[in-house]
């Protein structure tokens, strides 16, 4: 029966009058997406979310009572995790983190965690986000990513001058130790940022987390082991 209603869903977004093609595409591949299903089924906001607990997973970022900034926050899926996993629970009960995001969009609450509706890019969004944060962070994530014009080139452009203002805000604000994730894509041009972020961090490495699709050429920058002083 299942089988049978997959198809039924696919043929009609074949005959459905007025769609775009892409706008076709995308839902055929949401509706055959098992992380969508996963998402839907776990109460998790996004597929994204299972990128960022797939890097946690192997890179051990988010710990109890830790302080963690989400740039390009909306709709809230990694935010979730964040909160969840530094909000500990059970042997580590009543050791709270602070989680603080950021996103362009309105983005439904997300307990334990401060959600502020602002541009990034916008000069006085550093003191906005300190603020909140009444602190230095451990960890800053970026899951920031321009909107696409179709033309390659640009588009990387824009993503890597997203990744390049999020790693300087991090040397703001992480303490000595920290850990920097920002959403790159590849494309060739990042190698002198990179030396930049090598200058600044222990360990720099790139991971595709498994849910990250295969077609994409998203990749994430996780630098681990901050330097106050290059």
Known sequence: MAGNSGRGKTERLRKSKGRKE???RWLKRQLSDPYVARARDEGLRSRAAFKLIEMDDKFHFLKPGGRIVDLG??????TMIAADRVNAQGANKGKQGRV???????????PGAVLICHDFMDD??????????????????????????G????????????????????CEVLSPGGTFI????????EAELLARIKKRFKTVKHAKPPSSRKESAE????????????
Not at 127 to 133: M, V
Not at 151 to 170: C, I, K, M, N, S
């Open 73 to 78: 926050s909306s709709p809230g899926g990694w």
């Open 151 to 170: 033309h390659a080139g640009t588009d990387h452009l824009r993503v890597l001058g997203l990744l390049e203002t999020a790693f300087e805000f991090a």
């Open 22 to 24: 892409s706008s076709t």
């Open 219 to 230: 990749t994430y920058v996780v630098a681990q082991g901050f330097r106050k002083e290059p």
């Open 124 to 149: 006085d969004a550093p003191r906005l986000l300190k603020d909140a944060l009444k602190g230095p962070a451990d960890v800053v994530l970026s899951d920031m990513a321009a909107q696409a014009t």
């Open 100 to 110: 603080i995001g950021m996103d362009l969009s309105e983005t439904d609450p997300v």
């Open 182 to 189: 920002g959403k790159a894509f590849k494309g060739g041009t």
